[in-house]
């Protein structure tokens, strides 16, 4: 069974703050990792992808990810309302081409 | 528009009843995808295509099926037999069949009354 953990909050934060999501994940085959964003009562929507060790920034938002440790982390700079969600991480193993996703992290970010 | 329609986006069932589900994409993919999710839980795969004609099942197929006799098209039917079928259910494509992300539809909530 492929394990994707996540806190699942909420988390709050104040309107200009940054928000740290984190992630862990079980299967060392996962090679791709992938967080979304769904608002309440939507579908979910793709907000970063990354392959490799490191960061990489899109926007306000930076993924950091360490393969090692089996941890993938999103952080959201300069937080908006519009950004109060649930944020579900999807490592994906290369191989077998399936997405696993956690239960997601509530945010609130209070004006 | 490109995109990835479902319908319906309600459905209310009886027990004992089957239903369909419809998922339809013009965007040219190749893997088609459905989860189901379950209030605060995460998305559980319930099936997989990644061809026409060709289908696997994910971690939750039991009382459900698909096919896949078209690229456009992968509906998903809960039969009888899935005990807690009441859940929103997510159909999803994704752009690449290896390394590419996954893009959702905007869903369909199943009631069972």
């Known amino acids: 069974q492929k394990e994707v953990e996540q806190n699942s909050g909420p988390l709050s934060v104040p309107e200009g703050a940054i928000a740290s999501l984190n992630c862990t994940y079980s299967d060392r085959g996962s090679q791709s990792f992938f967080w979304y964003r769904q608002y309440s009562g939507k579908s979910p929507e793709l907000i970063m992808s990354?392959?490799?060790?490191g960061d990489k920034e899109d926007g306000r938002f930076t993924a950091q990810l360490n393969k090692a440790s089996q941890y993938v982390s999103l952080l959201i700079r300069d937080s908006q309302p519009s950004d109060s969600a649930t944020y579900l991480c999807a490592p994906k193993i290369y191989n077998f081409n399936k997405f696993y996703f956690g239960s997601g992290t509530k945010l609130n970010v209070k004006p | 528009d490109g995109g990835i329609t479902q319908s319906p986006k309600y459905l209310f069932r009886k027990e004992g009843q089957n239903v369909t589900l419809s998922c339809e994409q013009n965007?040219?993919?190749?893997?088609m995808y459905w989860y189901r999710q379950d209030p605060g839980q995460g998305l559980r795969l319930i099936y997989y295509s990644q061809i026409v004609n060709d289908f696997q099942k994910g971690d939750i197929a039991e009382g459900y099926s698909v096919s896949r006799e078209k690229k456009e098209s992968f509906p998903l039917t809960v039969t009888s037999a899935q005990k807690n079928p009441t859940a929103f259910y997510l159909c999803?494509?994704?752009?690449?069949?290896?390394?590419?992300?996954?893009?959702f539809g905007e869903g369909s909530r199943l009631t069972v009354l």
């Open positions: 965007l040219n993919h190749d893997a």
């Open positions: 999803a494509t994704q752009n690449g069949l290896l390394s590419g992300e996954l893009f």
């Open positions: 990354i392959y490799s060790n």
